[in-house]
Structures are given as structure tokens and as C-alpha cells.
């Protein structure tokens, strides 16, 4: 379910870093991506997470911490570690853990920046995502399927203008 901006997402994001830093490394370095990240942006209200890691077993050593408090080891990516967080099975917070080689070149931070700086591209996006949830709602085709294509050419211009090749961005 899609919902307006939440000024208090970044609130919200602060207080989600703060608790895995707690949780696991508190040197880790922390930034909000995804939709809830980018002002006006509609959203499925869940804090998206980047952990840089310092290297690339360390989430290792506080996975126990973390499923404790609550995460749990839940996606399909291939590419990277993922958490997600979903007390009473409703899905509030997905943690991507990058290690090293990995972060400069992440789309989802990659995506998240260009966005800030584009906004003709953020509204292709906004757009991507509203007919995304009425064909999903309408039983056409799954959510994430319907905005892909435009997320491929959204980061396919945000990777050329950084210097780096397209890559897929669908990894599940």
C-alpha cells in the first residue's frame, strides 16, 4: 500500500540506524535509501536501510544480536545481505548490508541520490510506482515488476553519468 511523504520518515530512519548500530557495529556507516528517503516521493511506508560493512563476513558476528531484537534474514537479492524487520507480520524496515566492494556501486544508493538531484526522473518514478500498485491491485502484474523497467532506465542514467556500466538492478 502506497502513501503520501511522511515528513517523519527521516526521523524514523535515525531511529532505525541508531538501533543496528547498537545492535551490531556502532561504526557502521548508515544511510536511508529507498522511497521513503526522497522528500514527496509516494512511499510503502518501510524505512529502507544501506549498512556499509567493513567487510564482507561481518554481518556474521551480529546476526544472532539481531535476530534477537526482532530482524530476520528475508529476501530473495542475491547480491547482498538482507533484514528485514516485521512485528506482527507487517514489514516496517529492510536493512541492505554492502560489504566494502560494494558500496560506491549499490543502486539502491546509486537510485536514491539521483533522485534527490533529478526531479523530473523523481516523478517518472512516482509515476512508475502509482500504475505499479493499480495494476498489482488489480491483479495484472506484481508490484515490483511493473516499476522495474523504469528503475533499470532511471539507474542506467545515473551509473553512465558516474562513469559505470548498466548492470541489472532486478537481483532476485
Not at 55 to 72: I, N, Q, T
Request: glycine share 6%; net charge negative.
Amino acid at each position: 500500500m502506497l502513501v503520501d511523504y511522511d515528513p517523519a520518515w527521516p526521523e524514523m530512519f535515525q531511529d532505525v540506524a541508531a538501533e543496528l548500530r547498537g545492535l551490531g557495529n556502532a561504526e557502521w556507516e548508515i544511510e536511508h535509501i529507498g522511497s521513503t528517503a526522497v522528500p514527496g516521493l509516494t512511499a510503502k511506508p518501510i524505512i529502507d536501510v544501506a549498512v556499509h560493512l567493513t567487510a564482507a563476513d561481518e554481518l556474521d558476528a551480529f546476526r544472532v544480536r539481531l535476530e534477537a531484537a526482532g530482524w530476520r534474514i528475508g529476501s530473495g537479492v542475491r547480491t547482498h545481505p538482507v533484514m528485514v524487520f516485521e512485528p506482527g507480520g507487517v514489514r516496517t524496515r529492510i536493512a541492505h548490508f554492502f560489504p566494502p566492494e560494494q558500496w560506491d556501486t549499490a543502486n539502491q544508493r546509486i537510485l536514491r541520490d539521483w533522485l534527490l538531484a533529478h526531479p523530473d526522473d523523481a516523478a517518472l518514478y512516482q509515476e512508475a510506482k502509482l500504475a505499479a500498485a493499480r495494476d498489482a491491485a488489480a491483479g495484472r502484474a506484481r508490484y515490483n515488476a511493473g516499476k522495474t523497467a523504469v528503475i533499470q532506465q532511471i539507474v542506467d542514467r545515473a551509473r553512465q553519468a558516474r562513469g559505470l556500466a548498466s548492470v541489472p538492478v532486478y537481483d532476485k
